[in-house]
């Protein structure tokens, strides 16, 4: 079918010589320079028309590889009511990050972040038997979330778009059946797309479940920090667990012993006055055998405040995502000063879990009354300096299950590159990525909050399993702005390029325009798309635009025509070639990908 | 291309045997029953996958008639800040019908009404000059409206699609312009959807602008009235001013006299009592003698209460929706018993305009201090028997313009068939009408609001001029089943069918399901979309689903196999014809719409 040729004389386009003030990341200028995107809001953003199609290209590739697995697309809305979000506790877990707002009668609605209850709801409405299962049911829509910190224009939005999926299985093996489908669409929509990709171990987070991947396309300023191990496991720092070492046998560790440190702020100045004045014999003390304990305040999701503190080495901090990522749906937040005050057993800077002549006084059941988690490098036989728990005091040689204990595990110190891999397998290398799919088994969280069952194979009612799976086409868009591109502008990858050919009228005389509209109408009915650079604008202007908007070819009709010749350049290479006007539409109707 | 078959057996949908409980009208419980649409709250519906497909015919339609126009499609997100909307007006004006949020940070946002304040400021964003101009640019997009009572499925939806599109141009001229294309693109949609439609006079609302008109599509259960003249001339009754007659000579007429008119409740009942005791020379006295005087109270936008008195025939009531149309963004309900209290000037039942002894008593400048407005048969020299402001007391002769007067002319009285048309071509005829499209005028109100200039050709910055311009596709597809249907079920013309062809395997013999996915397989490698009924189901059942989905081709694969025959339904007309196998696909390639 002939498309239409767009004239850039009368297109929605503008492209900006300024990159926007917010952005950081290329793709973001680039996008926005280019007259992709234009932003509307925090974390609010419109498709501009040129923008509109490669998002649907995207989009289409999507759906083409979901229908492929057997998934039937269908469409819910944004806005929905309250209570099955409040069954699956998502109302109240999502905290501030959900969009919340009344009706004219005063009910309670949101908009979706996804769409794991009203899927469930509809399969419940329609399905009464095994033998309707499986099922795969997607839909590509507007998604919401109130994110704290919008940034990197498509990279993190308030509204996005979202293909969220869902499986329904009457068993364990089938759920694994529909999660490795998605594994394979979600594969080849990546190889489509043209994006390379790792696939990693995932927490669940809020939406609950077993197992889940995340895709992660390797990028300098993604948001999610991953391990890779020798190995190829690879996960989400979020998700990784880090290998508790041997007991170590303590038989030789003397007893513990007060020290005096005034003046010693930091780790580093109390390593070095140990080191001074206490020096270990068989080498010198390091951060790393410091215990370092840190006060949060935890507020639960009923609104619950308590104290938490954890013990880590003192050459690691906190990964904040981490800590997120282990105790959500509560949230925690360092102790402020008025905090202390309300805790007077604490002499902040100098806590440790043991107390002279006291004994352990960190811990649930013990005289502070805090509960008191530790790091998994914190076992048995391990020996540490540690506070005192009076003013300029710590002390020496506290030993892990000699002098105290814990109330369990809390494993959110940072991940460095260079830590053993899980698995054993050797050094992690430590990597950032944007996260383009997310794949979940479910389980049968959200069939059970809504009943969702059907009558198994003996007329017995059984509860159905489920996985959710989320790939996101407008961060695509964004990383294959990043990653197609260069220093003049986009260069797309012609399965999403907004069209296959632009074609610059380079002057504006008589036969140079004639020529370039022959050659436009020429392609257009071959059903190649064009975008046709028809403006009354210098030569020097319009190459400009066309790199920065990055077209897979560019055809250039100017001086040369008079030679009978036009110029035929890929952008992403940058070579050209003079060829006849003559044979011109046909080597580019060859060279098209359509 | 080939498209994938679709198998009942193993798609998702299920018909019901029966209608929804609050489905009155035939497209909302067959779209229902059908698994078309699925209800997710009130006014909030889910397209099921066969549902989906429909919605998108009709959306792909209208968004090829868009293009053919001119126009550029790009996408808003449904979620918008405040400020432009405040600027607008549109803010407060939509009142309660606008869905408004707060984020975390306490910002305001609401769900988009329509995007006038969006695109306004995207143009102003991206264009300079009046050479940029004139530009329509649309998108197909969620709308959302909290509407007081949502009904009829997909008829009145607080979210539903909509395509809204918008053009800019440098003069009045210029809007006119565009304002026809868009016409001309709304008469081809409908067209091409296979729907009947009368464009009507309409308001513009909150919309402000100076014209608009709606098309209709007639219909029984349809939310608008609408008159017809006999010259063709079409209003919804809301835009409709009924002409005011010729001035009355009154100079005959006797002065006012009081009367005493107990047990008069009604005004049947007033007007029993004076043809009894006063009765008129010329003709008996009717309900349109008499004046009736409804009060109001009146709330602006601002919050500001006042009273309003509405003189009006007594044979006519006040019609809500003319009232709310022709007093919005205020709003307006009658006076209560606390109201009346407040007002003891006021004797309910007996209000008229004029008091013996003291002259005219309603009105601004009147001593009763209200504002009175009269419906626009109310002329100089209409003699009228209406209240004495006295409780059993009525008068008689109160003449227009020598006894009183008012503030002026609120034409808000329900509209009958047979009333003269304004345009003095005959009596009206009424009809009733389901609104699909509107197109508007808007003129210069957004754009001024929001600061849309250019410079002219003379270098002056210049205030654009827009058009807007709504369609609805899911209302769209609501008509289309509500006019394609019959007592068996839905019947949908070829353009917009889920699928092309139905099969029905019926019987579970092998030869019967394998002739049929034969014939499956072969309409579907010559791109017809193919929908089979390969279910282990009775063949009655699956002949009644067959009507009730609506393909406009239904092939039956049976018994009649056996004589190497199949039956080729038309599911509109019911007409069967017997095919050999053999020629079946060439028969259904050849009558297939695509």
Same mark, same amino acid.
């Given at each position: 079918m002939a498309l239409v040729i767009t004239r850039m004389s009368t297109y929605f386009l503008r492209t900006l010589r300024e990159d926007p003030a917010d952005a950081e990341l290329a793709s973001h200028k680039l996008l926005v320079r280019a007259g992709y995107i234009r932003r509307m809001g925090p974390g609010l953003y419109t498709w501009l028309p040129i923008g509109l199609r490669v998002f649907e290209k995207v989009e289409q590739v999507i759906r083409e590889e979901m229908d492929a697995i057997g998934g039937f697309e269908m469409r819910f809305g944004s /806005? /929905? =009511?309250r209570e099955p979000y409040e069954a699956s506790h998502r109302w109240q877990d999502y905290g501030d990050t959900l969009f919340r707002l009344k009706d004219r009668k005063g009910a309670d609605y949101l908009l979706a972040p996804t769409h794991e209850e009203f899927f469930t709801l509809v399969v419940k409405d329609l399905y009464q038997s095994y033998k309707d299962l499986p099922l795969i049911i997607y839909h590509i829509n507007p998604k919401y979330r109130d994110e704290a910190r919008p940034r990197a224009g498509l990279l993190r939005c308030r509204e996005f778009s979202m293909k969220d999926s869902y499986s329904f299985d009457i068993d364990d093996e089938g759920l694994k059946v529909s999660y490795e489908k998605h594994r394979v669409a979600y594969q080849r929509t990546l190889e489509r797309l043209g994006l390379e990709y790792t696939m990693v171990r995932a927490m669940s987070g809020a939406m609950g479940g077993s197992r889940s991947e995340e895709f992660l396309v390797e990028m300098d300023g993604g948001e999610d920090s991953f391990v890779l191990a020798p190995s190829g496991f690879a996960a989400n720092t979020e998700a990784l667990r880090i290998p508790a070492p041997d007991p170590v046998d303590a038989s030789g560790v003397g007893p513990v012993q007060v020290i005096d440190t005034p003046d010693t702020p930091t780790i580093d100045s109390l390593v070095a006055v140990v080191n001074e004045r206490y020096p270990r014999a068989d080498r010198p003390w390091t951060a790393a055998d410091t215990l370092k304990n840190l006060v949060y305040k935890v507020t639960d999701v009923d609104g619950a405040e308590s104290a938490l503190i954890i013990g880590l080495p003192g050459d690691r901090e906190v990964d904040e995502k981490r800590l997120v990522a282990a105790i959500e749906p509560a949230q925690a937040v360092p102790f402020s000063e008025a905090d202390f005050a309300a805790y007077p057993q604490l002499a902040k800077g100098y806590i440790g879990p043991f107390k002279a002549g006291v004994g352990q006084v960190l811990g649930e059941n013990a005289p502070f009354r805090i509960r008191y988690l530790v790091d998994p490098r914190v076992v048995d036989g391990t020996r540490w300096v540690t506070g005192a728990n009076e003013v300029d005091r710590h002390q020496l040689d506290v030993v892990y299950g000699r002098d105290f204990t814990s109330d369990g595990v809390l494993d959110v110190a940072e991940v460095r %590159? @260079?830590? =053993?891999a899980p698995d054993g397998s050797g050094p992690l290398k430590l990597a950032r990525g944007v996260e383009i799919g997310h794949i979940f088994q479910l389980g049968r969280k959200y069939a059970e909050a809504l009943g969702l069952k059907v009558l198994d194979e003996n007329g017995k009612l059984v509860t159905v399993t489920m996985g959710s799976y989320g790939f996101g086409p407008s961060r695509a868009v964004a990383v294959l702005a990043e990653k197609y591109h260069d220093e003049k502008g986009l260069a797309w990858p012609p399965q999403v390029a907004p069209f296959d050919v632009h074609i610059v $009228? $380079? @002057?504006?005389?008589e036969e140079i325009t004639q020529a370039a509209e022959q050659l436009a109408g020429q392609l257009d009915a071959a059903g190649v798309a064009v975008i046709l &650079? &028809?403006?009354? %604008?210098r030569p020097g202007v319009k190459f400009a635009d066309a790199e920065l908007l990055g077209m897979p070819t560019i055809v250039v009709v100017g001086r040369s025509l008079a030679d009978g010749v036009v110029e035929i350049r890929d952008r992403a290479t940058g070579e050209i070639a003079k060829v006849p006007f003559e044979q011109a539409v046909g080597q580019l109707i060859s060279g098209s990908t359509r």
């Open positions: /806005l /929905l =009511p %590159e @260079g830590d =053993p $009228a $380079a @002057g504006n005389q &650079d &028809d403006r009354k %604008e």
